[in-house]
């Protein structure tokens, strides 16, 4: 018998050790000898990942969030919508803060919560007019260069206005002003003194019968600088 046999055999091995010719795996080198990592930095993994780059949507395509699509979001081309299926509130918070919530969206109710100063050119509210069908009522919000609250009323033969009981820790005492309007009859008033919580009134006549209005600054936050330079 000769020592070797040499010979061309085509068809499927039964078994092999690896492959004549390696094949390259998105990238990676496999000859079925050894199990390999697939790696694609163009790929986030469902395990999640980082974006390096930009991510664009086309209009109308939506991030959901939630098993059951509980948070939407998404651009319709001309406006940016943010539905909320599931109900209950939607919190931005501080990370930097021990995650402190600085907003917090009550969705149900349309309600806005915050922490800090709300900054604005203008404020106003808008309500469907209370007596015409098919109106809408707008006011704009009354301004002044300090942080103030106020109590108004009706006196009629008492000379002493209680302040409610919390001003004591919510305003400064010696901000508080009270104007006096008589009203029935004609006389005269004036604040002799504010003590305790209480403002008492005197009256050029006995009887005592009038408005009044008591504005104060509030102490619990801080007093802003009406005029100042932009940065």
């Given at each position: ?8 055999i ?8 690896a492959?004549?010719?390696?094949r ?21 993994p ?5 974006f ?9 395509k ?39 919530t ?7 109710n ?40 106020y ?26 002003t ?16 504010i ?23 509030r ?13």
């Open positions: 018998m000769p020592g070797s046999i040499s010979s061309n085509t068809g499927n091995a039964a078994t092999a050790t492959l004549q010719n390696a390259n795996i998105n990238g990676v080198s496999f000859d079925g000898t050894a199990d390999i990592t697939i790696a694609d930095n163009t790929k986030i469902t395990a999640g990942g980082t390096t780059g930009n991510v664009t949507f086309q209009d109308n939506i991030l959901r969030f939630g098993t059951g699509a509980d948070v939407e979001q998404y651009w319709n081309g001309a406006d940016f919508y943010t539905d909320i299926n599931g109900g209950g509130n939607w919190f931005i918070r501080d990370g930097n803060s021990s995650n402190a600085r907003y917090t969206f009550d969705v149900d349309g309600n806005l919560t915050m922490t800090g100063t709300l900054v604005a050119r203008d404020k106003e509210f808008l309500i469907d007019h209370p007596t015409k069908e098919g109106m809408k009522l707008r006011h704009g919000v009354l301004e002044g260069p300090e942080h103030s609250v109590v108004r009323g009706k006196l009629v033969d008492s000379k002493v206005i209680e302040l409610p009981d919390y001003w004591t820790g919510l305003v400064r005492e010696d901000t508080i009270v104007s006096l309007t008589a009203f029935g009859d004609h006389n005269e008033y004036w604040v002799e003194k003590e305790d919580n209480k403002i008492y009134i005197k009256s050029t006549y006995g009887n005592v019968k009038c408005f009044y209005h008591v504005f104060a600054e102490k619990d936050v801080d007093r802003f600088d009406v005029e100042f330079k932009e940065d």
